[in-house]
Protein backbone atom coordinates (compact mmCIF):
# COMPACT_ATOMS: atom_id res chain seq x y z
CA UNK A 1 0.00 0.00 0.00
CA UNK A 2 1.29 3.52 -1.14
CA UNK A 3 1.60 6.24 1.46
CA UNK A 4 3.13 8.09 3.74
CA UNK A 5 5.86 7.45 6.89
CA UNK A 6 6.52 9.68 9.58
CA UNK A 7 8.98 8.44 12.15
CA UNK A 8 9.15 8.95 14.70
CA UNK A 9 5.78 8.73 16.33
CA UNK A 10 6.96 10.82 19.44
CA UNK A 11 10.28 12.60 19.87
CA UNK A 12 11.67 14.37 22.94
CA UNK A 13 14.55 17.05 22.16
CA UNK A 14 16.91 18.68 24.44
CA UNK A 15 17.21 22.56 24.50
CA UNK A 16 19.90 23.46 22.04
CA UNK A 17 19.68 20.21 20.17
CA UNK A 18 18.51 20.17 16.34
CA UNK A 19 16.82 17.52 15.70
CA UNK A 20 15.05 15.73 12.43
CA UNK A 21 11.87 14.57 11.33
CA UNK A 22 11.95 11.91 8.50
CA UNK A 23 9.03 11.62 5.76
CA UNK A 24 9.26 9.23 3.23
CA UNK A 25 6.63 8.30 0.39
CA UNK A 26 5.90 5.56 -2.18
CA UNK A 27 3.24 7.07 -4.10
CA UNK A 28 5.64 8.72 -6.71
CA UNK A 29 3.96 12.49 -5.84
CA UNK A 30 6.22 14.87 -7.05
CA UNK A 31 5.33 17.61 -3.78
CA UNK A 32 5.69 17.26 -0.43
CA UNK A 33 4.82 19.40 2.44
CA UNK A 34 5.58 20.08 6.15
CA UNK A 35 2.87 21.36 8.05
CA UNK A 36 2.96 22.31 11.89
CA UNK A 37 0.14 21.95 14.50
CA UNK A 38 -0.46 24.01 17.74
CA UNK A 39 -3.80 23.15 19.80
CA UNK A 40 -6.82 25.51 18.56
CA UNK A 41 -5.06 26.65 15.21
CA UNK A 42 -5.07 25.10 12.08
CA UNK A 43 -2.17 23.41 10.01
CA UNK A 44 0.89 25.39 9.40
CA UNK A 45 2.85 25.82 6.53
CA UNK A 46 6.47 25.51 6.99
CA UNK A 47 8.16 24.26 3.97
CA UNK A 48 7.38 22.53 0.71
CA UNK A 49 8.72 21.01 -2.37
CA UNK A 50 7.68 20.70 -5.65
CA UNK A 51 10.53 18.64 -7.05
CA UNK A 52 13.46 17.37 -6.57
CA UNK A 53 15.94 20.07 -4.93
CA UNK A 54 14.01 22.49 -4.80
CA UNK A 55 11.88 23.99 -2.22
CA UNK A 56 10.11 26.76 -0.98
CA UNK A 57 9.78 28.41 2.63
CA UNK A 58 6.26 28.01 3.83
CA UNK A 59 4.10 30.89 6.53
CA UNK A 60 6.46 29.94 9.92
CA UNK A 61 10.01 28.56 8.11
CA UNK A 62 11.81 30.40 10.72
CA UNK A 63 13.81 27.80 13.25
CA UNK A 64 13.40 25.49 10.22
CA UNK A 65 15.29 23.66 7.57
CA UNK A 66 14.76 21.00 4.78
CA UNK A 67 16.38 19.09 2.31
CA UNK A 68 14.76 17.21 -1.09
CA UNK A 69 17.53 15.30 -2.64
CA UNK A 70 15.25 11.94 -3.51
CA UNK A 71 12.17 12.22 -4.64
CA UNK A 72 10.51 10.37 -2.19
CA UNK A 73 12.25 11.95 0.93
CA UNK A 74 11.70 15.24 2.69
CA UNK A 75 13.01 15.66 5.94
CA UNK A 76 12.56 18.43 8.49
CA UNK A 77 14.92 19.52 10.76
CA UNK A 78 13.93 21.60 13.72
CA UNK A 79 17.24 23.64 14.97
CA UNK A 80 17.82 25.36 18.06
CA UNK A 81 16.56 28.45 16.73
CA UNK A 82 13.45 27.18 16.33
CA UNK A 83 12.00 28.66 20.09
CA UNK A 84 9.10 26.76 20.68
CA UNK A 85 9.50 23.57 18.70
CA UNK A 86 6.55 21.83 20.87
CA UNK A 87 4.14 20.89 18.53
CA UNK A 88 2.30 18.32 16.59
CA UNK A 89 4.30 17.91 12.88
CA UNK A 90 2.37 16.84 9.66
CA UNK A 91 4.15 15.56 6.41
CA UNK A 92 2.01 15.94 3.27
CA UNK A 93 2.43 14.62 -0.65
CA UNK A 94 0.47 15.42 -3.52
CA UNK A 95 0.90 14.09 -7.25
CA UNK A 96 1.89 17.46 -8.53
CA UNK A 97 3.03 20.92 -7.56
CA UNK A 98 -0.29 23.19 -7.21
CA UNK A 99 -2.57 20.22 -6.18
CA UNK A 100 -4.14 20.14 -2.41
CA UNK A 101 -1.99 17.80 -0.21
CA UNK A 102 -3.86 14.54 -0.72
CA UNK A 103 -2.01 12.13 1.33
CA UNK A 104 -1.09 12.88 4.67
CA UNK A 105 1.48 11.06 7.31
CA UNK A 106 0.48 10.31 10.75
CA UNK A 107 2.57 12.85 12.56
CA UNK A 108 5.05 13.39 14.81
CA UNK A 109 4.61 14.85 18.34
CA UNK A 110 8.13 17.16 19.02
CA UNK A 111 8.68 17.84 22.47
CA UNK A 112 11.22 19.55 24.48
CA UNK A 113 12.72 18.23 27.67
CA UNK B 1 -3.96 36.39 12.46
CA UNK B 2 -5.59 32.87 11.31
CA UNK B 3 -6.72 33.55 7.49
CA UNK B 4 -9.53 30.40 7.46
CA UNK B 5 -11.57 29.70 10.96
CA UNK B 6 -13.35 27.14 12.75
CA UNK B 7 -15.11 28.53 15.21
CA UNK B 8 -17.15 25.87 16.47
CA UNK B 9 -14.54 23.23 18.19
CA UNK B 10 -16.78 20.27 18.24
CA UNK B 11 -20.51 18.98 17.47
CA UNK B 12 -22.86 16.28 18.60
CA UNK B 13 -25.20 14.65 16.46
CA UNK B 14 -27.31 11.82 16.32
CA UNK B 15 -26.66 9.20 13.96
CA UNK B 16 -29.24 9.55 11.30
CA UNK B 17 -29.75 13.24 11.70
CA UNK B 18 -27.70 16.10 9.54
CA UNK B 19 -24.48 17.38 10.73
CA UNK B 20 -23.25 21.15 9.24
CA UNK B 21 -19.95 22.15 9.94
CA UNK B 22 -18.76 25.59 9.34
CA UNK B 23 -16.20 27.39 8.16
CA UNK B 24 -14.88 30.75 7.23
CA UNK B 25 -12.42 32.44 5.75
CA UNK B 26 -10.97 36.19 5.29
CA UNK B 27 -9.18 36.47 2.11
CA UNK B 28 -11.12 37.05 -0.79
CA UNK B 29 -8.60 36.01 -3.03
CA UNK B 30 -9.11 32.60 -1.88
CA UNK B 31 -10.73 30.86 -4.81
CA UNK B 32 -10.05 26.46 -4.02
CA UNK B 33 -11.61 24.79 -0.82
CA UNK B 34 -11.16 21.78 0.91
CA UNK B 35 -12.42 19.56 3.56
CA UNK B 36 -10.33 16.76 5.41
CA UNK B 37 -11.31 14.35 7.79
CA UNK B 38 -8.80 12.74 9.98
CA UNK B 39 -9.50 10.01 12.51
CA UNK B 40 -7.57 9.89 16.53
CA UNK B 41 -3.31 8.67 15.35
CA UNK B 42 -3.79 9.02 11.37
CA UNK B 43 -3.28 11.73 9.52
CA UNK B 44 -5.96 13.97 7.95
CA UNK B 45 -7.52 12.70 4.37
CA UNK B 46 -8.60 14.61 1.57
CA UNK B 47 -12.81 14.10 1.81
CA UNK B 48 -14.18 16.81 -0.95
CA UNK B 49 -13.25 20.23 -2.85
CA UNK B 50 -14.80 23.14 -4.46
CA UNK B 51 -14.05 25.64 -5.98
CA UNK B 52 -14.83 29.78 -6.52
CA UNK B 53 -16.91 28.77 -9.68
CA UNK B 54 -19.60 26.88 -7.72
CA UNK B 55 -21.53 27.33 -4.91
CA UNK B 56 -22.32 23.31 -4.18
CA UNK B 57 -20.25 20.24 -4.62
CA UNK B 58 -22.23 16.88 -3.64
CA UNK B 59 -20.03 13.51 -2.99
CA UNK B 60 -22.32 10.83 -2.02
CA UNK B 61 -23.44 11.91 1.98
CA UNK B 62 -21.46 14.89 1.69
CA UNK B 63 -21.97 18.09 0.11
CA UNK B 64 -19.96 21.20 0.69
CA UNK B 65 -21.66 24.79 0.09
CA UNK B 66 -19.85 28.27 -0.72
CA UNK B 67 -21.04 31.41 -0.36
CA UNK B 68 -18.51 33.93 -1.41
CA UNK B 69 -20.02 37.19 -0.24
CA UNK B 70 -20.40 35.76 3.01
CA UNK B 71 -16.65 34.01 2.68
CA UNK B 72 -18.20 31.34 4.63
CA UNK B 73 -18.03 27.31 3.64
CA UNK B 74 -20.03 24.35 5.11
CA UNK B 75 -19.68 20.55 4.95
CA UNK B 76 -23.25 19.18 5.05
CA UNK B 77 -23.26 15.04 5.96
CA UNK B 78 -26.20 13.63 5.20
CA UNK B 79 -27.21 10.83 7.06
CA UNK B 80 -24.68 10.73 9.72
CA UNK B 81 -23.27 7.83 10.70
CA UNK B 82 -20.94 7.29 13.91
CA UNK B 83 -17.85 6.26 11.47
CA UNK B 84 -18.21 9.80 10.35
CA UNK B 85 -17.09 10.98 14.10
CA UNK B 86 -13.71 12.36 13.73
CA UNK B 87 -11.67 16.38 13.25
CA UNK B 88 -12.60 18.05 9.88
CA UNK B 89 -10.29 20.72 8.85
CA UNK B 90 -11.34 22.90 6.10
CA UNK B 91 -8.58 24.61 3.81
CA UNK B 92 -8.59 27.47 1.40
CA UNK B 93 -5.80 28.46 -1.11
CA UNK B 94 -5.56 30.93 -3.92
CA UNK B 95 -5.07 32.35 -6.96
CA UNK B 96 -1.79 33.41 -6.14
CA UNK B 97 -0.28 30.62 -5.16
CA UNK B 98 -1.26 27.24 -5.22
CA UNK B 99 1.20 25.36 -3.32
CA UNK B 100 0.10 27.23 0.19
CA UNK B 101 -3.38 25.80 1.74
CA UNK B 102 -4.43 27.63 4.67
CA UNK B 103 -6.36 25.47 7.39
CA UNK B 104 -8.82 25.85 9.68
CA UNK B 105 -8.33 24.34 13.47
CA UNK B 106 -10.59 21.37 13.45
CA UNK B 107 -13.72 20.87 14.68
CA UNK B 108 -14.74 17.28 16.59
CA UNK B 109 -17.85 15.66 15.12
CA UNK B 110 -19.34 13.20 17.35
CA UNK B 111 -22.23 11.40 16.17
CA UNK B 112 -24.05 9.39 18.60
CA UNK B 113 -25.90 5.76 17.56
Known amino acids: DGGITQSPKYLFRKEGQNVTLSCEQN?????MYWYRQDPGQGLRLIYYSQIVNDFQKGDIAEGYSVSREKKESFPLTVTSAQKNPTAFYLC????????????FGDGTRLSIL | DQQVKQNSPSLSVQEGRISILNCDYT??????FLWYKKYPAEGPTFLIS?????DKNEDGRFTVFLNKSAKHLSLHIVPSQPGDSAVYFCAASGIYNFNKFYFGSGTKLNVKP
Open chain 1, 27 to 31: LNHDA
Open chain 2, 50 to 54: ISSIK
Open chain 2, 27 to 32: NSMFDY
Open chain 1, 92 to 103: ASSIRQGEQPQH
